[in-house]
């Protein structure tokens, strides 16, 4: 019992707790995070203790800021919804979009393009919502679809906090429709008219 202890405690002390050893594995983390995470979560994420991530988070959000005389970067580290997260800067909207719009076109998979149909007709829809009804992971297919610009976030779950997608004007414009209620019923597509789209009144 007791070399299980010791051994816990050493897994659970193996990584360096101070500011800077914590703010390089919180960036790590970050750069991988679609939607905020609380700080709880990132300090499980991070093995480190609450308080130092809190620390941590400030130094981030103060060298991105350039507070700390370096420069200020084009992205910036952002608490909301009760997570933080890593967002490009507000006035650098316009080269992203720029950026996005030079990209070769290319088809959408089949994954993307039933992901896209679940936001479509469940939209306010979480990721994990979309996860749920189509039973795989959709991490990498939604951040595709943003980037396509066809899904956009359009605001954090109440008691979750998670980031709310919603379709773009960009996509009615690429089906030829004027509003997402111009999109033909689901129930004549399914087999009983509700599987996987529960509480659909279309």
């Known amino acids: 019992m007791t070399d299980d202890i010791r051994t816990e405690e050493s897994e659970t002390t193996a990584w360096p707790q101070d500011v800077g050893s914590v703010a390089r594995r919180l960036e790590a983390v970050l750069l991988i995070l679609d939607e905020p995470h609380s700080v709880v979560a990132l300090a499980a994420a991070v093995s480190a203790p609450v308080p130092a991530v809190r620390k941590a988070i400030a130094a981030l959000v103060a060298d991105y800021d350039g507070e700390d005389g370096?420069?200020?970067?084009?992205?910036?580290?952002?608490?909301?919804?009760?997570?933080?997260?890593?967002?490009?800067?507000?006035?650098?909207?316009?080269?992203?979009?720029?950026?996005?719009?030079?990209q070769q076109p290319a088809r959408l998979?089949?994954?993307?393009?039933?992901?896209?149909?679940?936001?479509?007709?469940?939209?306010?829809?979480?990721?994990?919502?979309?996860?749920?009804?189509?039973?795989?992971?959709v991490d990498s297919v939604v951040?595709?679809?943003?980037?396509?610009?066809?899904?956009?976030?359009?605001?954090?779950?109440?008691?979750?906090?998670?980031?709310?997608?919603?379709?773009?004007?960009?996509?009615?414009?690429?089906?030829?429709?004027n509003t997402i209620d111009e999109l033909?019923?689901?129930?004549?597509?399914?087999d009983d008219g509700s599987t996987g789209f529960e509480e659909i009144a279309r």
């Open 70 to 102: 370096g420069p200020r970067r084009g992205f910036e580290l952002r608490e909301v919804g009760g997570g933080w997260r890593l967002y490009v800067r507000e006035e650098y909207d316009r080269v992203i979009t720029e950026f996005l719009g030079t």
């Open 109 to 137: 998979s089949q994954a993307a393009l039933e992901t896209l149909a679940v936001i479509a007709y469940k939209q306010p829809v979480t990721r994990g919502q979309v996860a749920s009804i189509r039973a795989v992971n």
């Open 143 to 177: 951040r595709t679809l943003v980037g396509r610009g066809l899904i956009t976030e359009v605001g954090h779950d109440g008691e979750t906090g998670a980031i709310l997608y919603g379709t773009t004007d960009a996509l009615l414009e690429k089906l030829g429709v």
């Open 184 to 190: 033909p019923h689901i129930s004549p597509l399914l």
